[in-house]
């Protein structure tokens, strides 16, 4: 019995690093294809929308960055954001971005996930709702900000002010409707969890 025990505790351990190290990697991985998407494929029309093709990945890392937090906690996210935007600024200059789009990119980056994280943290909620609601808050500010300070004519000039709206909304479409999938599929998960503890 104390074999079996220790065994077990053995396989738990290995199973949370595992698990630690892979939502890491997913979130990281995201991010970089993300640029990687939105650099090398023509952005797809959705309705009277034109969202870059990386929106896709971008409001899925809202979701992967919860899933950070939740495995490895508040402080250690911190670090692994600060390192995901070091990789996305040079992702995005390594592909070809002007030096105006890489910091917009970044300082994104920073304020979006940064609101996510503290709200995640503070919202005493389920973790399917706190997934929905810091992730889409989070996914709009990002939205936001790209656009008006990297492509506005505030920024690199690349998108009119009448088209500014659109592009705004565009991408929160796509991200809001990411958070929600992952937000319910992350409650079925935590369901499927508690039957099966359960019933053993």
């Known amino acids: 019995m ?6 077990r505790l053995l396989w738990e351990e290995r199973r949370m690093k595992a698990w630690k ?3 890491v990697a997913l979130y990281l991985a995201a991010i970089v294809a993300a640029n990687v998407m939105t650099a090398r494929l023509a952005p797809p029309a959705i309705g009277p929308f034109i969202v870059p093709a990386g929106t896709f990945l971008i409001g899925a890392t809202f979701v992967l960055r ?8 508040r402080t250690a996210t911190y670090f692994w954001i600060a390192v995901a935007m070091v990789l996305s600024a040079v992702t995005s200059y390594a592909l070809g971005d002007t030096l105006w789009i890489v910091f917009a990119s970044a300082l ?8 996510d994280t503290e709200l995640y943290t503070r919202l005493r909620l389920s973790m399917s709702q706190r997934v929905l609601v810091s992730g889409t808050v989070g996914s709009l500010l990002d939205s936001t900000i790209f656009v008006v300070v990297g492509l506005s004519p505030l920024g690199a000039g690349f998108l009119s002010w009448d088209q500014v709206g659109r592009a705004i909304a565009g991408q929160a479409v796509i991200k809001t409707a990411l958070q929600l999938v992952g937000a319910l599929a992350i409650g079925q998960f935590v369901r499927f969890s508690r039957v099966n503890h359960y019933s053993r």
């Open 108 to 115: 994104t980056f920073l304020f979006s996930e940064t609101v």
């Open 66 to 73: 919860d899933l950070v937090q939740n495995a490895i906690g």
């Open 2 to 7: 104390v074999v079996y025990r220790g065994r």
């Open 21 to 23: 190290t892979g939502t």
